[in-house]
Protein backbone atom coordinates (compact mmCIF):
# COMPACT_ATOMS: atom_id res chain seq x y z
CA UNK A 1 0.00 0.00 0.00
CA UNK A 2 2.65 2.61 1.26
CA UNK A 3 4.49 2.10 -2.69
CA UNK A 4 1.14 3.24 -4.06
CA UNK A 5 1.30 5.89 -1.98
CA UNK A 6 4.91 7.48 -2.86
CA UNK A 7 4.23 6.43 -6.60
CA UNK A 8 1.27 8.95 -6.53
CA UNK A 9 3.36 11.49 -4.54
CA UNK A 10 6.20 11.17 -7.35
CA UNK A 11 3.59 11.69 -10.10
CA UNK A 12 2.17 14.88 -8.64
CA UNK A 13 5.79 15.75 -7.69
CA UNK A 14 7.40 15.88 -11.39
CA UNK A 15 3.76 17.03 -12.38
CA UNK A 16 4.02 20.10 -10.16
CA UNK A 17 7.72 20.92 -11.15
CA UNK A 18 7.66 20.59 -14.82
CA UNK A 19 4.04 22.47 -16.20
CA UNK A 20 5.41 25.66 -15.77
CA UNK A 21 7.57 24.28 -18.76
CA UNK A 22 5.77 21.92 -20.93
CA UNK A 23 2.55 20.19 -21.27
CA UNK A 24 2.57 16.67 -18.57
CA UNK A 25 0.33 13.79 -18.77
CA UNK A 26 1.09 11.70 -15.55
CA UNK A 27 -0.29 9.13 -16.21
CA UNK A 28 -0.25 8.54 -19.87
CA UNK A 29 -1.72 5.41 -21.52
CA UNK A 30 0.31 3.87 -23.89
CA UNK A 31 -2.03 2.39 -26.86
CA UNK A 32 -0.94 -0.78 -27.94
CA UNK A 33 -1.80 -2.34 -23.96
CA UNK A 34 -3.64 -1.42 -20.71
CA UNK A 35 -0.02 0.59 -19.54
CA UNK A 36 0.33 3.61 -18.33
CA UNK A 37 3.29 6.16 -18.40
CA UNK A 38 4.09 8.06 -14.99
CA UNK A 39 4.95 11.13 -16.63
CA UNK A 40 4.79 12.24 -20.01
CA UNK A 41 6.43 15.44 -21.04
CA UNK A 42 6.56 17.68 -23.48
CA UNK A 43 8.46 20.66 -23.45
CA UNK A 44 7.30 24.55 -24.76
CA UNK A 45 9.09 26.91 -26.85
CA UNK A 46 8.89 29.36 -24.40
CA UNK A 47 8.75 27.90 -20.78
CA UNK A 48 6.76 30.29 -18.19
CA UNK A 49 10.28 30.15 -15.81
CA UNK A 50 13.81 28.85 -15.89
CA UNK A 51 14.51 25.34 -16.31
CA UNK A 52 17.75 25.70 -14.42
CA UNK A 53 15.93 26.20 -11.36
CA UNK A 54 15.69 22.43 -11.43
CA UNK A 55 19.47 21.90 -12.03
CA UNK A 56 19.81 17.95 -13.20
CA UNK A 57 16.11 17.75 -13.60
CA UNK A 58 15.91 20.77 -15.70
CA UNK A 59 18.53 19.71 -18.00
CA UNK A 60 16.65 16.71 -18.60
CA UNK A 61 13.83 18.24 -19.32
CA UNK A 62 14.75 20.16 -22.04
CA UNK A 63 13.72 17.44 -25.03
CA UNK A 64 10.46 15.04 -24.68
CA UNK A 65 10.50 12.78 -21.53
CA UNK A 66 9.08 10.16 -19.80
CA UNK A 67 9.84 9.86 -16.47
CA UNK A 68 9.61 6.65 -14.45
CA UNK A 69 10.37 7.26 -11.30
CA UNK A 70 10.73 3.93 -8.84
CA UNK A 71 10.21 4.12 -4.89
CA UNK A 72 11.84 0.85 -4.42
CA UNK A 73 14.87 -0.57 -6.55
CA UNK A 74 13.65 -0.66 -10.07
CA UNK A 75 14.23 -4.25 -11.41
CA UNK A 76 15.08 -5.91 -14.47
CA UNK A 77 11.79 -6.47 -15.81
CA UNK A 78 10.29 -3.50 -14.45
CA UNK A 79 13.46 -1.43 -16.49
CA UNK A 80 12.69 -3.83 -19.76
CA UNK A 81 8.99 -2.43 -18.95
CA UNK A 82 9.65 0.81 -18.88
CA UNK A 83 11.96 0.50 -22.26
CA UNK A 84 8.71 -1.41 -23.95
CA UNK A 85 6.47 1.64 -23.35
CA UNK A 86 9.09 3.89 -25.06
CA UNK A 87 9.02 1.44 -28.39
CA UNK A 88 5.34 1.40 -27.89
CA UNK A 89 5.43 5.28 -27.82
CA UNK A 90 7.87 5.70 -31.08
CA UNK A 91 5.64 3.11 -32.78
CA UNK A 92 2.64 5.26 -32.70
CA UNK A 93 4.64 8.54 -33.68
CA UNK A 94 5.66 6.27 -36.68
CA UNK A 95 2.48 5.08 -37.56
CA UNK A 96 0.88 8.63 -37.13
CA UNK A 97 4.45 10.23 -39.60
CA UNK A 98 3.23 7.64 -41.91
CA UNK A 99 -0.44 8.49 -42.17
CA UNK A 100 0.36 11.80 -42.68
CA UNK A 101 3.33 11.20 -44.56
CA UNK A 102 5.74 13.25 -42.49
CA UNK A 103 8.93 11.82 -40.97
CA UNK A 104 9.43 12.51 -37.51
CA UNK A 105 12.45 14.78 -36.48
CA UNK A 106 14.86 12.34 -33.98
CA UNK A 107 14.53 15.25 -31.41
CA UNK A 108 10.87 14.74 -31.08
CA UNK A 109 11.15 11.54 -29.59
CA UNK A 110 10.81 11.03 -25.95
CA UNK A 111 13.60 10.61 -23.61
CA UNK A 112 13.22 7.96 -21.73
CA UNK A 113 14.27 8.68 -17.62
CA UNK A 114 14.14 5.60 -15.24
CA UNK A 115 14.45 7.03 -11.46
CA UNK A 116 15.58 4.52 -9.03
CA UNK A 117 16.71 5.07 -5.45
CA UNK A 118 19.61 2.30 -6.01
CA UNK A 119 20.66 0.04 -8.58
CA UNK A 120 23.23 -3.04 -8.66
CA UNK A 121 26.43 -3.10 -10.80
CA UNK A 122 25.09 -6.14 -12.71
CA UNK A 123 21.92 -4.09 -14.19
CA UNK A 124 23.39 -1.43 -14.71
CA UNK A 125 26.21 -3.18 -16.72
CA UNK A 126 23.72 -5.70 -18.32
CA UNK A 127 21.72 -3.04 -19.80
CA UNK A 128 25.17 -1.57 -21.13
CA UNK A 129 24.63 1.50 -18.82
CA UNK A 130 27.25 4.37 -19.44
CA UNK A 131 28.28 7.59 -17.57
CA UNK A 132 28.32 10.68 -19.65
CA UNK A 133 31.10 13.66 -18.20
CA UNK A 134 28.37 16.30 -18.92
CA UNK A 135 26.13 14.72 -16.76
CA UNK A 136 28.16 13.50 -13.59
CA UNK A 137 27.69 10.35 -11.25
CA UNK A 138 24.51 8.35 -11.16
CA UNK A 139 23.43 9.17 -14.40
CA UNK A 140 23.73 6.11 -16.78
CA UNK A 141 22.99 5.96 -20.44
CA UNK A 142 22.27 2.98 -22.37
CA UNK A 143 23.21 2.77 -26.56
CA UNK A 144 22.34 5.67 -28.15
CA UNK A 145 18.70 4.37 -30.76
CA UNK A 146 17.15 3.19 -26.58
CA UNK A 147 16.94 6.93 -25.94
CA UNK A 148 17.15 5.79 -22.17
CA UNK A 149 19.12 6.50 -19.21
CA UNK A 150 19.18 4.76 -15.66
CA UNK A 151 19.30 7.81 -13.11
CA UNK A 152 20.49 5.99 -9.62
CA UNK A 153 19.47 8.87 -7.02
CA UNK A 154 21.48 7.70 -4.20
CA UNK A 155 24.82 7.53 -6.10
CA UNK A 156 23.81 11.77 -7.20
CA UNK A 157 26.09 14.23 -5.66
CA UNK A 158 24.65 16.27 -2.94
CA UNK A 159 24.35 19.53 -4.80
CA UNK A 160 22.08 21.90 -5.06
CA UNK A 161 21.86 20.78 -9.19
CA UNK A 162 20.94 17.37 -7.63
CA UNK A 163 18.40 18.60 -4.93
CA UNK A 164 15.02 18.05 -7.08
CA UNK A 165 15.64 14.15 -8.13
CA UNK A 166 17.22 13.45 -4.41
CA UNK A 167 14.20 14.17 -3.24
CA UNK A 168 12.54 11.28 -4.76
CA UNK A 169 15.09 9.51 -2.68
CA UNK A 170 14.92 7.27 0.50
CA UNK A 171 15.86 7.45 3.83
CA UNK A 172 19.16 9.29 4.16
CA UNK A 173 19.07 10.57 1.12
CA UNK A 174 15.70 11.76 1.13
CA UNK A 175 15.71 13.55 4.51
CA UNK A 176 19.00 15.33 3.57
CA UNK A 177 17.33 17.00 0.43
CA UNK A 178 14.35 18.00 2.72
CA UNK A 179 17.10 19.77 5.11
CA UNK A 180 18.10 21.69 2.05
CA UNK A 181 14.41 22.14 0.67
CA UNK A 182 13.63 23.78 4.01
CA UNK A 183 16.57 25.92 4.32
CA UNK A 184 15.53 27.67 0.72
CA UNK A 185 14.84 31.25 0.18
CA UNK A 186 10.97 31.56 1.52
CA UNK A 187 10.31 32.73 -2.42
CA UNK A 188 11.65 30.28 -4.50
CA UNK A 189 9.69 29.30 -6.96
CA UNK A 190 8.88 25.53 -6.32
CA UNK A 191 10.03 25.56 -2.56
CA UNK A 192 6.21 26.16 -1.21
CA UNK A 193 4.65 23.46 -3.61
CA UNK A 194 7.11 20.77 -2.68
CA UNK A 195 6.71 21.21 0.94
CA UNK A 196 3.03 21.27 0.37
CA UNK A 197 3.27 17.65 -1.23
CA UNK A 198 5.18 16.21 1.21
CA UNK A 199 2.89 17.25 3.89
CA UNK A 200 0.37 15.26 1.83
CA UNK A 201 2.14 12.73 1.68
CA UNK A 202 3.28 12.37 5.45
CA UNK A 203 -0.41 12.88 6.05
CA UNK A 204 -1.41 9.60 3.55
CA UNK A 205 1.37 7.97 5.40
CA UNK A 206 0.23 8.42 8.59
CA UNK A 207 -2.60 6.90 8.39
CA UNK A 208 -2.13 4.35 6.60
CA UNK A 209 -1.92 0.73 8.96
CA UNK A 210 0.78 -0.83 7.55
CA UNK A 211 3.62 2.00 8.07
CA UNK A 212 7.71 0.36 7.43
CA UNK A 213 10.12 1.52 9.41
CA UNK A 214 11.45 4.14 6.88
CA UNK A 215 8.20 5.82 6.26
CA UNK A 216 7.68 6.22 9.98
CA UNK A 217 11.21 8.05 9.97
CA UNK A 218 10.07 10.55 7.57
CA UNK A 219 6.86 11.35 8.71
CA UNK A 220 8.46 12.01 11.49
CA UNK A 221 10.80 14.12 9.69
CA UNK A 222 7.55 15.99 8.22
CA UNK A 223 5.70 15.77 11.34
CA UNK A 224 7.42 19.21 13.20
CA UNK A 225 8.24 21.08 9.82
CA UNK A 226 4.66 20.78 9.28
CA UNK A 227 3.49 22.26 12.57
CA UNK A 228 5.73 24.89 12.18
CA UNK A 229 4.63 26.31 8.60
CA UNK A 230 0.67 25.96 9.88
CA UNK A 231 1.72 28.23 13.21
CA UNK A 232 3.97 30.53 10.76
CA UNK A 233 1.04 31.02 8.38
CA UNK A 234 -1.54 31.29 11.63
CA UNK A 235 0.77 33.87 12.73
CA UNK A 236 1.78 36.09 9.61
CA UNK A 237 -2.42 35.59 9.05
CA UNK A 238 -2.48 37.53 12.74
CA UNK A 239 -0.02 39.90 11.61
CA UNK A 240 -2.01 41.03 8.66
CA UNK A 241 -4.77 41.19 10.19
CA UNK A 242 -3.53 43.77 12.80
CA UNK A 243 -1.83 45.59 9.56
CA UNK A 244 -5.19 45.58 7.68
CA UNK A 245 -6.88 47.35 10.91
CA UNK A 246 -3.75 49.61 11.32
CA UNK A 247 -4.96 50.84 7.65
CA UNK A 248 -8.50 51.11 7.80
CA UNK A 249 -8.06 53.42 10.60
CA UNK A 250 -5.17 55.36 9.03
CA UNK A 251 -7.33 55.94 5.87
CA UNK A 252 -10.53 56.66 8.34
CA UNK A 253 -8.81 58.99 9.91
CA UNK A 254 -7.17 60.65 7.27
CA UNK A 255 -10.21 60.83 5.46
CA UNK A 256 -12.01 62.73 8.57
CA UNK A 257 -9.46 65.48 8.89
CA UNK A 258 -8.53 65.95 4.97
CA UNK A 259 -11.22 64.84 3.09
CA UNK A 260 -11.06 62.45 0.35
CA UNK A 261 -7.39 61.95 -0.83
CA UNK A 262 -6.41 60.52 -4.12
CA UNK A 263 -5.97 57.11 -4.59
CA UNK A 264 -2.38 57.24 -5.07
CA UNK A 265 -1.64 58.37 -1.80
CA UNK A 266 -4.05 55.14 -0.47
CA UNK A 267 -1.82 52.82 -2.36
CA UNK A 268 1.02 54.54 -0.96
CA UNK A 269 -0.28 53.72 2.95
CA UNK A 270 -1.72 50.42 1.73
CA UNK A 271 2.09 49.36 1.24
CA UNK A 272 3.08 50.73 5.43
CA UNK A 273 4.63 48.32 7.78
CA UNK A 274 2.75 48.30 10.77
CA UNK A 275 5.84 50.54 12.66
CA UNK A 276 5.11 53.19 9.52
CA UNK A 277 1.32 52.90 9.79
CA UNK A 278 1.99 53.79 13.68
CA UNK A 279 4.64 57.20 12.57
CA UNK A 280 1.95 58.23 10.46
CA UNK A 281 -0.94 57.81 13.19
CA UNK A 282 0.96 60.39 15.25
CA UNK A 283 2.31 62.53 12.71
CA UNK A 284 -1.08 62.57 11.39
CA UNK A 285 -2.29 65.13 14.12
CA UNK A 286 -0.23 68.07 12.57
CA UNK A 287 -1.51 67.69 9.07
CA UNK A 288 -3.58 70.10 8.13
CA UNK A 289 -3.62 69.85 4.15
CA UNK A 290 -2.65 67.13 1.92
CA UNK A 291 0.64 68.46 0.92
CA UNK A 292 0.91 67.50 4.48
CA UNK A 293 0.83 63.96 3.68
CA UNK A 294 2.47 64.52 0.55
CA UNK A 295 5.78 65.91 2.74
CA UNK A 296 5.51 62.98 4.99
CA UNK A 297 5.46 60.47 2.69
CA UNK A 298 8.79 62.37 0.66
CA UNK A 299 10.57 62.29 3.90
CA UNK A 300 10.35 58.54 4.91
CA UNK A 301 11.21 58.31 0.86
CA UNK A 302 14.44 60.06 2.05
CA UNK A 303 14.73 57.56 5.35
CA UNK A 304 14.53 54.57 3.29
CA UNK A 305 17.45 55.68 1.05
CA UNK A 306 19.97 56.43 3.19
Not at 215 to 241: F, I, N, T
Not at 286 to 296: G, I, K, M
Request: glycine letters at 6%.
Amino acid sequence: MTRFIHDQFSKDYLEELLKPFGTVQAPSRVAAEVKEIDVLFTPTPTPTANLETLGLLGKMATTPAIFEPFRNPASIDEISDCISKLSEIKSAMQREAKRNQTKIPTAEIPQLWILTPTASKNIISGYGGQLKSNWGDGVYFLATYFRTAIVVIHQLPSTQETLWLRILGRGRVQQQAIDELVALPTNHPFGRATLELLYSLQQNLRINQNTETEDRELVMRLAPLYQEDRERARQEGLQQGVQQGEQQLILRLLNRRLGNIDISLIEQVQRLSIEQLEALGEALLDFATVADLETWFSQQQEINNQ
